[in-house]
C-alpha cells in the first residue's frame, strides 16, 4: 500500500472519486478515504482533510483544504477494497472513527 500526502490543492483542485468510504471521527469531522491506482500489488488510499462543504444534488464534497471530490458512485463495498480502505485509514491514524458511508450515500441526492 503506498500512502503519501496529496498534490497541492493548486495542481489538483477537483478529483473524481470512484472507491471510497466516508468516516467521522470521535471530534466529529468527516473525512474521504479514497482508494486510486489499484493493481494487484498496491494501492493509493487517501484521506482527505475534513469536509466543510457538500453539494448534495452534484455529489460534490469540499475539504478544509479547498479541494474539491466528485463523488462517481456509492461507496466501496467489494470486500477488498474496503479492506485496503480501512487499514488505510487506521494506519494514517483514524482507528478510532466510524464509517458513516450508507447513511451519508443515503442522503444525497441520487436522481
Do not use: C, K
Request: charged share 25%; hydrophobic share 40%; no cysteine.
Amino acid at each position: 500500500m503506498n500512502e503519501r500526502d496529496a498534490p497541492p490543492v493548486e495542481a489538483q483542485p477537483f478529483m473524481e472519486v470512484y472507491s471510497w468510504r466516508l468516516i467521522r471521527t470521535p471530534a466529529g469531522s468527516l473525512h474521504l478515504v479514497t482508494l486510486r491506482d489499484l493493481t494487484e500489488e498496491r494501492g493509493t488510499v487517501r484521506v482527505t482533510s475534513a469536509i466543510t462543504a457538500v453539494d448534495e444534488q452534484a455529489r460534490i464534497v469540499t475539504t478544509s483544504s479547498g479541494r474539491q471530490y466528485a463523488l462517481m458512485g456509492p461507496a466501496e463495498e467489494r470486500d477488498f477494497e474496503r479492506d485496503l480502505l480501512q487499514g488505510g485509514a487506521v494506519r494514517l491514524g483514524l482507528g478510532d472513527a466510524v464509517d458513516v458511508s450508507v447513511f451519508a450515500w443515503g442522503q444525497l441526492d441520487i436522481d
